[in-house]
């Protein structure tokens, strides 16, 4: 079992960026792929990055691509999503997920057995 807490949304400008934390704590969070999702007012949970469990693969949905970096430091059991250049379709509640596994990277969020609390980001125009 892991538990996962997220920090760091805010209310930001487009253009600004925002770095988001993941800390987990329970089980070391190397034996787990790490995911973040989104979920704006009225819409399902969308998938935005996540990461293999040392690091070496990355996935990106083609929106926040050149925008957004997804990295993880296992040693300190925390993940992070830093944004930049947010536009208002970026905001949402931001969510830490994780999933056993190794190189096997899914988008799909009932795939992930674990789940943050969420933070939020809100970008004005």
């Known amino acids: 079992q892991v538990q996962l807490v997220e920090s760091g949304g805010g209310l930001v400008q487009a253009g600004d960026s925002l770095r988001l934390v993941c800390a987990t704590s329970?089980?070391?969070?190397?034996?787990?792929?790490m995911g973040w999702f989104r979920q704006a007012p009225g819409k399902g949970r969308e998938f935005v990055a996540a990461?293999?469990?040392?690091?070496?693969?990355?996935d990106y949905t083609d929106s926040v691509k050149g925008r957004f970096t997804i990295s993880r430091d296992n040693a300190k059991n925390t993940v992070h999503l830093h944004m930049n250049s947010l536009k208002p379709e970026d905001t949402a509640v931001y969510y830490c997920a994780a999933r056993p596994g190794y190189l096997n990277i899914v988008r799909i969020p009932s795939e992930y057995n674990y789940w943050g609390q969420g933070t939020q980001v809100t970008v004005s125009s």
């Open positions: 990461i293999s469990r040392t690091g070496g693969i990355t």
């Open positions: 329970g089980r070391t969070s190397s034996l787990y792929i």
